[in-house]
């Protein structure tokens, strides 16, 4: 059974910044592109980061380009995005979404709150 867990969220004040962690058990995860979505109450889930299974090609949406990174560590068999100069519009559930070919997996997402 595949179990995709998301951990690191929590309330932050706007400017400031979070790390979140995926990791996978049922799966290798370093088989894997990893998204990252996001969805906030009454919106659509948006995609906010894209990495490679090597770690090389990674994408960003307009809305968080310069502001978050994701990246893997194939060997600790995690995926990270890390999250600065963060925005309350950055508030919402954080998923992590390994896919490969027809194959894709869900977390249960960590909550990111940004507010003073």
């Known amino acids: 059974q595949v179990q995709v867990v998301e951990s690191g969220g929590g309330l932050v004040q706007p400017g400031g910044s979070l790390r979140l962690s995926c990791a996978a058990s049922?799966?290798?995860?370093?088989?894997?592109?990893v998204n990252w979505y996001r969805q906030a109450p009454g919106l659509q889930r948006e995609r906010v980061a894209t990495?490679?299974?090597?770690?090389?090609?990674?994408y960003y949406p307009d809305s968080v380009k310069g502001r978050f990174t994701v990246s893997r560590d194939n060997t600790k068999k995690t995926v990270s995005l890390q999250m600065n100069s963060l925005k309350s519009e950055d508030t919402a559930v954080y998923y992590c979404?390994?896919?490969?070919?027809?194959?894709?997996?869900w977390g249960q997402g960590t909550q990111v709150t940004v507010s003073s």
């Open positions: 049922g799966i290798t995860l370093s088989d894997y592109f």
């Open positions: 990495i490679s299974k090597d770690g090389t090609f990674t």
């Open positions: 979404n390994p896919f490969q070919s027809t194959y894709t997996y």
